[in-house]
């Protein structure tokens, strides 16, 4: 049996073997768009792992020569003294699990690796940034609390320079971590595949397929590709993209960026991004050039897209492609518009239109005039109003919502709160943008989200939150409009718009389709929805 597949445009395994982010990058490689060198460890080597407790028979010898291809294709060595190559290490099911299993960044930074990186880049403080964020990272997968890393990276003193705090920070992480880790590349990327392997079975993957109808026994495949970085310098990056917006359906790019940053600080929510747009001010030629991939992308899958990117040192490289997911309103704009554009037929639209999407095509909204009630203001995440008590923790949220509903507020969320998102009627976070893990969560599970509340404090241990001057204890009833990204203290009357045209259109076509095999059901369904939705 063959574990390990190519990174080629000419591999024809599907993504039940190659994971969903593996043949996701395939099709990128087809469409000619710059993706990483790499290979992909498939979903059957996950499920003889974890049956059989150990790394299948025949995988050393795969995984050598496939090392070997990517080190040629990346003209770097893993753990070689000279030009050594980082990679990553990310897991990817069939079906989409965001954030619920283990990732890997800046593997293969050794001691003299991360020597030979600032000695060959001119630039230390890059090389051991990126040598501690591989340390988090594997720290992280291996079982320690990000709560205790972080707090070991923020209470290094201040140094003279930023060079000085960041050797700091790198032994006192190196410090907590039992056994130590390696100082052997190829011994780094065994743990880090056997990490992602066992991710599959963590409490909150299991949670998030319960909640989504995910077979247990699929496995997940993991992606090794050369790292490309994007806090290399000032003209690198990461980010996210929707090829339209995933509130709205707007036929906009929707996303969010950051300048020096790598892509985990996109995802954690723990820093402030800045909008997609500021990409055309800063890198201009980034910017077309991934216009030019989502438009190439789009017409491919023949809908709405999300994709992952860096750019380093003003090259881009797309990291992620899958189907934007989205949810009520936006749903149903994008079917219709891409029937008026002639990129799907009227059919085909009325068949994307599923009753969750019907669900939430009547947009609530808070109905109040007294500024007095808002307690904060973020950025709406995912469309929709949730009533419920604040609970400051996800333990917290599980337990009360035994007795009603609850709204989990928290600093950021991270997959080690699955329990609580999915206990919780909607979420509210200080920190983190449309592309966060709490935004991307709630959209998948179509739970109003409000993210980026900047002047929001979650007090843990007073059990309260606070804003703008104002306590509000844990327990207390909020409100929040997952559209407009308000927050308001009690339960203000809701309101609830009119369905749109983008909706009576498709009613119209659902009237004027008679329904052979392939719409029968979806004009149904429409029609039957016609009463509820027009009340």
Known sequence: MTWIHPLSADVEETASTLGGKGHGLVVLRRLGLPVPPGFVIGTGACR??????????????????????????????????????????????????????????NLGLTTETTAELAAETGDLRFALDSRLRFLLGFASVHGLAPESLEAVVREIPDRPTEELRLADAIRGV??????????DATRQLELAIRAVFSSWDTPRAKTYRELHDIPHELGTAVTVQ???????????????????????????????????RQGEDVVSGRTATRPLSELAEREPEVWDDLLDALNR??????????????FEAGKLWILQVRPGGLVGHAAVRVAVDLADEGVIGRREALARVSPRHLHHVRTPSVETSDANDVLTQGLGACPGVAVGRVATTSDKAALMAADGPVI??????SPLDMHGLAAAAGIVTARGGPASHAAVVARTMGK???????DLTVDVA?????????????????????????????????????????????????DEISGDDTTREATERLKAARTVLNA
């Open 48 to 105: 003889a792992f974890l049956r059989d407790g150990r790394l299948p028979d025949g995988l050393d010898a795969e995984l050598a020569s496939a090392l070997s291809g990517l080190e040629a294709a990346a003209q770097r060595r893993l753990g070689g003294p000279a030009r050594p190559l980082a990679v990553s290490v990310r897991s990817g099911g069939s079906v989409s699990m965001p954030g619920m299993m283990s990732t890997v960044l």
């Open 174 to 183: 190196e410090s907590l971590i039992r056994p130590p880790v390696p100082d």
């Open 226 to 260: 050369a790292m490309v970085f994007g806090n290399r310098d000032d003209h690198s990056g990461t980010g996210v993209a929707f090829s339209r917006n995933p509130n709205t359906g707007e036929n906009a790019p929707f996303g969010e960026v950051l300048f020096g």
């Open 297 to 310: 992308i789009e017409s491919h899958y023949r809908d709405a897209c999300y994709v992952e990117f860096t």
């Open 408 to 413: 989990l507020v928290r600093p950021e969320t």
């Open 448 to 454: 109003p989200a409000v993210v980026g509340a900047a």
């Open 462 to 510: 007073a059990a309260c939150v606070r804003a703008d001057g104002r306590t509000v204890r844990e327990g207390t009833p909020i409100t929040i409009d997952g559209t407009g990204g308000l927050v308001f203290i009690g339960t203000p009357r809701i309101t609830t718009s009119a369905p749109g045209p983008h909706l009576h259109r498709l009613l119209e076509w659902a």
